[in-house]
Structure formats: structure tokens, C-alpha cells
């Protein structure tokens, strides 16, 4: 059985000084030209990496090629990883886009976010030319009400804020243990990055997926809601909701679960037999 073949490399930083974006190239046949072949790109939330979760699985099933990256300042990309710096990472997406297209002739074909990667892709699709001939778009966690991030977040970081001026956040990456500094400064900064350009500028053609899990703590569900309204009136573009039911907010357990459902959509949207409206797991092709 054929099966995709990764090879890592390494993206010099147009706009960084010493910096290159480490990402994975998932390839079909590594040894045919990619000039005008389509690419998927895999993006990872907050304080995740280009394998976590989902990611991996992914691209060793999608039926075409994949590139999946560590964002600045996480995994195997150096730098400082920051709360607020969400412009940062939209910068980095775009090294990605232009060195893909440049070096390799690719089309970006796919985009699939999850979390923090869904919404530095929103603001990509919205703002940049690549973006506006990208067919589909997978939303999985992605936050709309930005300043909701102070319900979960504030109760827990105004001890530390108010005792040393910032809050040091202890997690596990890659089985590495990380230590990031967040100040009060990137909390507002992220509490108010602009997700409303999703209405009016989003590409009128590209296919949505919104995958929100019921159980997400993290995200409210509610969101994904909110992005239903925003690109469910477009045409020829549609948009799918699909609420998973006791899903959390990186699916644990679930993870073959959301596999299946964008690849199932890929194919339908591939067709040409995609419908906005609910998706519903399970009846395949009836939206």
C-alpha cells in the first residue's frame, strides 16, 4: 500500500534575522515535479507543535501533499513564544505560503487550523492574495469572541500579575518541558486581535468546516456558532457546522474521529456536493 513520505525542513525567515521555520513536507511522490500541485497546510494551536493532537495523523492520510510547521518561538522554531503575538504568526504562515509557492510551485489547496492555528488562517485567508484561491478551510476550536479568553485566563494570571508583573506558564511540549512568560499586555493584545474581518472579507468561494467540540472548555462552543452566520450566506462558498458531542477542546480520544470527518468532507467539497448547513457524522454526502 502507497503511503505519503515526510521530509523535515527547514524555511529561512524573510523577516526574522538567524530564524528558519522547522515544518514537515508530507509527499506522495517525492521524485515528480510539484510545480501547480496542491498542498494542505497544518496549523497548531497555543503551545503546540507541528505532530500534536490530530496534526500527524492527518497528513499521513490526506489524499495530497502536506506541510506542517512549528509557529516561532514553539517546538523546533526558535524564538520567544508570546500570548499576544498573533501577528507574529500570521507573518510566519506567509513565509510558509511564499516559500511553498516559490520553491516548489505549489497551490495552497487546504488550510486546516486548529485553536490559535484557525485563527491566525482566518486572518491569512482574509488578507492575503494566496488566501483568496485556497478551496477549503477547516476551523477546529477556533475562538471568535476574543475577549472571552479573560473568563478562563484572568482569575488564574491576576495573582501573578499583581505579585512579580507576569505569569509564568509551566507546560509540556514535545515531552519537553517549556516555560513562557505571559504579561498583561499580551493577554489584551490577544483579548482584542480583530476576528470580525471573517464577515466581509472572507474569500466569497472557499468551502468552511467549523469542528467544535461540546465539551471544550477552553472555546466556547458558541463560537463556532457565530462563524456559521458569518460564512454561511456566501455563495459559491459554502460553510458546515459540526458540534461533536463530548468533545473537548483538542479532542482527546476523538482524534480519528475529526480525521474522518475532514477527509469526508474533503471529498464531498472535491465533488463539488457541498451544501451549507449542519453537518451531520455519519449520513455521507447529506448536508
Known sequence: MAQSIPKKIHIPHTEVEGCSITGVLQQWQPDQPTQGKSIALILHGTMGHKDYLYQKRLAHRLPFDSFRFDFRGNH???????????????????VVVRYLVSTYGYKIDLVVGHSRGSIVAFHWLCTSE????????????????MHKIYDNLLPIYKPAF????????????ARKEVNAKIYPHDLEAFAHWDTSIVWDRFPL????????????????????????????????????????????????????????????WWQLCERGDLKTGVWRTGVRGKL
Open 76 to 94: 523546533e522554531t526558535p524564538g520567544i513564544w508570546r500570548q499576544g503575538a498573533l501577528g507574529d504568526d500570521v507573518v510566519d504562515l506567509q
Open 130 to 145: 494566496e488566501g483568496k484561491t485556497v478551496t477549503g478551510f477547516v476551523n477546529a476550536s477556533g475562538r471568535y469572541r
Open 162 to 173: 499583581e505579585s512579580q508583573g507576569f505569569y509564568e506558564w509551566r507546560v509540556t511540549v
Open 205 to 264: 468561494s472557499t468551502h468552511a468546516l467549523s469542528v467544535h467540540g461540546l465539551n471544550d472548555k477552553t472555546v466556547p462552543p458558541y463560537d463556532a456558532t457565530i462563524y456559521a452566520r458569518a460564512l454561511g450566506t456566501r455563495t459559491p462558498g459554502t460553510h458546515n457546522l459540526y458540534l461533536m458531542e463530548d468533545a473537548d477542546h483538542n479532542f482527546t480520544g476523538r482524534q480519528d474521529d475529526i480525521v474522518d470527518t475532514i477527509l469526508e
